[in-house]
């Protein structure tokens, strides 16, 4: 159960894009279409952006938007805006376990 | 709207115990599973364990196997998390999270606010 790969940290002005990767195994990303995402501010719960790889939760921006290719997983949020200033974190399911990433601080300059 | 709420949290010694409970509201909490995710002071996101709508199916990181055990009660709407055997690595912040699907009890829609474990001497 080895936490998943994601950058410490990435960073883009107002308006700009702005890709996360998350990369795992093939027991866990790469073997299950059940990767999400996550966005936590300080201090609050996280919030559920992205689920099954691709899929929006009602409320959440189409300016959040999520892939994958192999073993790795993306979270892409174009038109950055100050709020989105976050923690992100992907998520798989690694068969009746899940499994986090470690986590990338996202900065809006 | 869903609410969830946890409870229980506190200091405690090493090799000691504590529950943690969290009430549900809002939905039909006997039909979806429901999971704890913990964060230690810091750091990111683990995942600890999830119970199934009837409880009947349990499951738990490796990394607490065998010390912690999630029950539920239907009638009461609530989640519990009994931990034993505590360790100074269990400190965190414990989270209940309801899955988003009855489906696919892949995700983690609704979170509460969470409650501090501390486990020190």
């Known amino acids: 159960q080895s936490a998943l790969t994601q950058p410490r940290s990435v960073s883009g002005s107002p308006g700009q894009s702005v890709t996360i990767s998350c990369t795992g195994t093939?027991?866990?990303?790469?073997?299950?279409?059940?990767v999400s995402w996550y966005q936590q501010h300080p201090g609050k719960a996280p919030k559920l952006m992205i689920y099954?790889?691709?899929k929006r939760p009602s409320g959440v921006p189409d300016r959040f938007s999520g892939s994958k290719s192999g073993n790795t997983a993306s979270l892409t949020i174009s038109g950055l805006q100050a709020d989105d200033e976050a923690d992100y974190y992907c998520?798989?399911?690694?068969?009746?376990?899940?499994?986090f990433g470690g986590g990338t601080t996202l900065t809006v300059l | 709207e869903v609410q969830l709420l946890e409870s229980g949290g506190g200091l405690v010694q090493p090799g000691g115990s504590l529950r943690l409970s969290c009430a549900a509201s809002?939905?039909?909490?006997?039909?979806?599973?429901m999971s704890w995710v913990r964060q230690a002071p810091g750091k990111g996101l683990e995942w600890v364990s999830i119970?199934?709508?009837?409880?009947?199916?349990?499951y738990y990181a490796d990394s607490v196997k065998g010390r912690f055990t999630i029950s539920r009660d239907n009638s009461k709407n609530t989640l519990y998390l009994q931990m034993n055997s505590l360790r100074a690595e269990d400190t965190a912040v414990y989270y209940c999270?309801?899955?988003?699907?009855?489906?696919?009890?892949?995700?983690?829609?609704?979170w509460g606010q969470g409650t501090l474990v501390t486990v020190s001497s």
């Open positions: 999270a309801k899955v988003r699907s009855v489906d696919t009890a892949m995700d983690f829609q609704h």
């Open positions: 119970i199934s709508g009837s409880g009947g199916s349990a």
């Open positions: 998520c798989s399911y690694a068969g009746s376990p899940w499994v």
């Open positions: 809002g939905f039909t909490f006997s039909i979806y599973a």
């Open positions: 099954e790889v691709s």
């Open positions: 093939t027991s866990d990303v790469g073997g299950y279409n059940y």
